[in-house]
């Protein structure tokens, strides 16, 4: 199908940003984890009220997070030639500081987790690699397209795909990464330059970066 002719997102909600340039976006413990690309901020903010219960300064640019229990995975780029490491935190307690693992050929950006392996994307490469515990890669996922931000929902990759040149143009897709052959179906359009995707249990979440927007949103016709 056309892009143009799929959907547009249903958006819930669309709220100013406590960060400027909102980037990473994660649901952990009852909280939406927002980062700031210009700021290096990492906080964590009320859905309700959209407060800021907890925040933390990020030693590189966080350019994507995902939840794994107890623990925040991110993507943080590092240098003057922004190499790509994934890193994790602990609310309440911040970085662990031994736990730094270059991410493949140092490029990556947005990350899954499903309760055992990472899932990271590779923009320019139109795929998702899932990870062992060491970094390596497992398998390859190819995706077709630009990736800006992919979650994890019931055993099913949703993925934001599309391009950023002539305007930007994106779609939210869904596979299976459990298939041998994953196929990649289209769902709905995202009609604004989103950046990143979470889900809370109930909706999903994506940053409108250039407006310095997050912003909720369902399936069309949910």
């Not at 909600?13 to 649901?27: C, E, K, N, Y």
């Not at 930007?168 to 769902?187: F, I």
Request: aromatic share 10%; net charge negative.
């Amino acid at each position: 199908m056309n892009s143009l002719e799929l959907p547009a997102i249903a958006e819930l909600r669309r709220l100013p940003s406590p960060v400027s340039t909102p980037q990473a976006l994660a649901w952990a413990q009852d909280g939406l984890w927002v980062s700031s690309r210009d700021e290096r901020r990492l906080v964590c903010l009320d859905p309700r009220t959209f407060t800021v219960r907890e925040e933390a300064s990020t030693p590189g640019i966080a350019w994507a997070a995902a939840s794994a229990g107890e623990w925040l995975y991110l993507t943080l780029g590092e240098g003057a030639e922004d190499d790509r490491y994934t890193r994790r935190f602990a609310p309440g307690s911040g970085f662990d500081g031994s736990y730094r693992i270059a991410q493949p050929d140092f490029t990556g950006s947005y990350l899954s987790h499903d309760g055992h392996s990472l899932y990271l994307s590779q923009w320019y490469k139109h795929r998702v690699l899932q990870l062992d515990a060491a970094g390596g890669i497992v398998r390859e996922i190819p995706i077709g397209a630009e990736i800006c931000g992919h979650t994890l929902v019931d055993g099913l990759l949703y993925v934001l795909r599309g391009t950023e040149q002539d305007g930007e143009s994106w779609q939210l897709a869904r596979l299976d990464p459990r298939a041998e052959h994953p196929d990649v179906e289209d769902l709905a359009r995202v009609p604004f330059a989103c950046r990143s995707l979470a889900f809370d249990g109930t909706n999903f979440w994506t940053n409108h970066r250039a407006a310095n927007e997050t912003v909720s949103f369902s399936l069309p016709g949910l």
